[in-house]
């Protein structure tokens, strides 16, 4: 019975080449996870600077909208250069700017 117990016990345990893989997989996994949180609290970190950063584009919008007059809930964009354009509300299409007026041409 000495030899038909000592078959079970060897067949119950791992050979040392499976315990080092097991322990190699498992040391990788921990790794991995640890990453994981890191890059949660780094994307935490960031969703919060783009929401301040949000908060103060939309402060700076606020103040040029008080500052021309644009009333609130008007839709208006601002192009490459700068310039303030008003968007039709029904078309959502921007509104022509009204054309500057033409100085006055000399008399000859």
């Known amino acids: 019975m000495t030899d038909n117990a000592t078959v079970q016990d060897a067949a119950k345990k791992l050979t040392d080449d499976e315990a080092r893989s097991i322990a190699n997989l498992h040391r990788q996994a921990q790794g991995l996870v640890h990453q994981v949180g890191q890059l949660e609290v780094r994307k935490h970190q960031a969703m919060t600077e783009l929401q301040s950063i949000e908060l103060a584009a939309k402060a700076i919008m606020d103040n040029v909208a008080s500052r021309l007059g ?25 509104i022509a700017p009204v054309p500057a007026q033409a100085a006055p041409q000399p008399q000859q």
């Open 70 to 94: 644009i009333p609130a809930n008007t839709p208006w964009q601002i192009s490459p250069d700068g310039q303030v354009i008003l968007i039709d509300p029904q078309t959502g299409q921007p």
